[in-house]
């Protein structure tokens, strides 16, 4: 059965990777970005809350992978689930852009 897939797996790893770049970059934008924009004794608790938001959202999305992918099929979802990654990506870079302050 993967045999047959091969063809179609092989383009889906590779815009996996690409994604797995942008979310990278997209952590360490936002990460720096509340850094520096949270008082020092709300920080602890800022990024506490950060990890346990994005990690109910794993499970969530585990969750709801779960249940979407039978009525949609695998490369389908990957598909959407890259397109998403792509746009939300985009919008994070985009929208956590600062000016930069060295001079």
Same mark, same amino acid.
Do not use: C, K
């Given at each position: 059965?993967?045999?047959?897939?091969?063809?179609?797996?092989?383009?889906?790893?590779?815009?996996?990777?690409?994604?797995? &770049?942008?979310? $990278?970059?997209?952590?360490?934008?936002?990460?720096? =970005? !509340?850094?520096?924009?949270?008082?020092?004794?709300? +920080? @602890?608790?800022?990024?506490?809350?950060?990890?346990?938001?994005?990690?109910?959202?794993?499970?969530?999305?585990?969750?709801? &992978?779960?249940? $979407?992918?039978?009525?949609?099929?695998?490369?389908? =979802? !990957?598909?959407?689930?890259?397109?998403?990654?792509? +746009? @939300?990506?985009?919008?994070?870079?985009?929208?956590?852009?600062?000016?930069?302050?060295?001079?």
């Amino acid at each position: 059965m993967l045999m047959a897939h091969l063809h179609s797996l092989v383009p889906s790893l590779l815009l996996n990777l690409i994604f797995g &770049a942008m979310t $990278a970059a997209t952590t360490v934008q936002l990460l720096t =970005f !509340l850094q520096l924009r949270v008082a020092n004794h709300f +920080l @602890g608790r800022m990024l506490a809350t950060y990890t346990a938001v994005q990690a109910l959202a794993q499970v969530v999305g585990m969750g709801v &992978a779960s249940i $979407a992918v039978l009525p949609i099929g695998p490369m389908w =979802f !990957l598909m959407f689930n890259g397109t998403l990654y792509l +746009l @939300g990506s985009g919008l994070a870079w985009i929208l956590l852009r600062g000016e930069d302050e060295s001079p």
